[in-house]
């Protein structure tokens, strides 16, 4: 019983932070502004996990002014290659005006991908610990 309870723990943060996170991405979509942002690092890493997932993260890092005429340092995880972004280049961004940090590229969110299998983490967590709890239940 406390195995299940503990994966319920899990189920329960792993869907909290896929909440979250989906929070992010829909306000950056509905009040996010667009800004021109200069890339001041392109990190890419080739990803191969045993249990068979491979393929490329890239972490892009920029620096922008925000309407307040703030500086603002942020950066942006990718799940492909970076697509010929190099540092110096001007990319168009959009940011969330209240966390200038929590930006995005012009285009499809990248992040919608990490929320997918948080989500999925979740669902798999619930469902181990409905399971355990149902053989505690029975034993």
Same mark, same amino acid.
């Given at each position: 019983?406390?195995?299940?309870?503990?994966?319920?723990?899990?189920?329960?943060?792993?869907?909290?932070?896929?909440?979250? &996170?989906?929070?992010?991405?829909?306000?950056? @979509?509905?009040? /996010?502004?667009? !800004?021109?942002? +200069? *890339?001041?690092? %392109?990190?890419?890493?080739?990803?191969?996990?045993?249990?068979?997932?491979?393929?490329?993260?890239?972490?892009?890092?920029?620096?922008?002014?925000?309407?307040?005429?703030?500086?603002? &340092?942020?950066?942006?995880?990718?799940?492909? @290659?970076?697509? /010929?972004?190099? !540092?110096?280049? +001007? *990319?168009?961004? %959009?940011?969330?005006?209240?966390?200038?940090?929590?930006?995005?590229?012009?285009?499809?969110?990248?992040?919608?991908?990490?929320?997918?299998?948080?989500?999925?983490?979740?669902?798999?967590?619930?469902?181990?610990?409905?399971?355990?709890?149902?053989?505690?239940?029975? !034993?």
């Amino acid at each position: 019983m406390v195995l299940a309870a503990a994966l319920l723990v899990g189920a329960v943060i792993f869907g909290a932070i896929a909440v979250s &996170r989906l929070e992010a991405i829909v306000r950056v @979509r509905e009040h /996010g502004l667009s !800004a021109n942002a +200069t *890339i001041t690092k %392109v990190a890419e890493e080739f990803v191969s996990i045993p249990s068979g997932y491979i393929g490329w993260s890239t972490r892009v890092t920029v620096s922008f002014t925000d309407t307040s005429g703030g500086l603002v &340092r942020a950066a942006y995880t990718d799940h492909a @290659r970076a697509g /010929g972004n190099k !540092a110096g280049q +001007t *990319i168009q961004i %959009v940011y969330d005006p209240a966390k200038p940090t929590s930006i995005s590229p012009v285009g499809p969110d990248p992040r919608w991908l990490e929320v997918f299998f948080i989500g999925l983490g979740a669902v798999v967590l619930l469902g181990m610990s409905v399971y355990f709890a149902y053989r505690a239940w029975l !034993a």
